[in-house]
């Protein structure tokens, strides 16, 4: 089973949430990352991803339409072979997202993709707080790719450092 990490930017902490970009990274490196031009308004947005999320946005090179983006991630997830395991450090929030995009007009859920999400903060939970002192973690940047990235780089340290399982 391959890990597929994923991360979302989106409007505000609410029930209300839209989504703004969505990232994957796979643990073979291969990189989904598209940024919503039609989901949303300014006005949507809290004033915190008004000033952290908004301004690293590239909507000129990244952004696609809601359908746009549909097909461009269902491609994406058709490409691969190996059964999906999805992981996020925020399931609560990036899982509907993710399940909302993927399954745009009634799709049918992808068979090779896990259809449940992995936690990471319960796996990280398994890796004691000295060892995590011993690493070198970075502030999330608030970019959906930067931080699925970051999710995969440690994840594969912890991962060869100790017997994280999911």
């Not at 992808?110 to 903060?121: A, G």
Request: net charge negative; hydrophobic share 45%.
């Amino acid at each position: 089973m391959l890990k597929i990490f994923l991360d979302c930017e989106f409007t505000q902490l609410n029930r209300d949430s839209k989504l703004i970009s969505l990232a994957l990274v796979s643990e073979s490196g291969r990189e989904f990352y598209v940024e919503l031009i039609d989901t949303y308004l300014v006005e949507d947005c809290s004033d915190f991803v008004i000033q952290n999320v908004l301004p690293q946005l590239d909507p000129l090179r990244c952004g696609q339409s809601l359908s746009e983006a549909q097909a461009s991630l269902r491609r994406f997830l058709g490409s691969f072979v190996e059964q999906l395991e999805v992981c996020s450090d925020a399931p609560h929030w990036d899982w509907q997202l993710f399940r909302d995009l993927v399954c745009v007009d009634h799709q049918p859920w992808p068979l090779h993709v896990m259809d449940q999400p992995t936690d990471l903060t319960i796996l990280f939970n398994q890796v004691s707080a000295e060892a995590l002192e011993e690493l070198d973690l970075p502030d999330l940047p608030h970019h959906a790719l930067l931080d699925a990235r970051m999710l995969a780089e440690l994840f594969e340290a912890l991962a060869s450092r100790f017997a994280l399982s999911s």
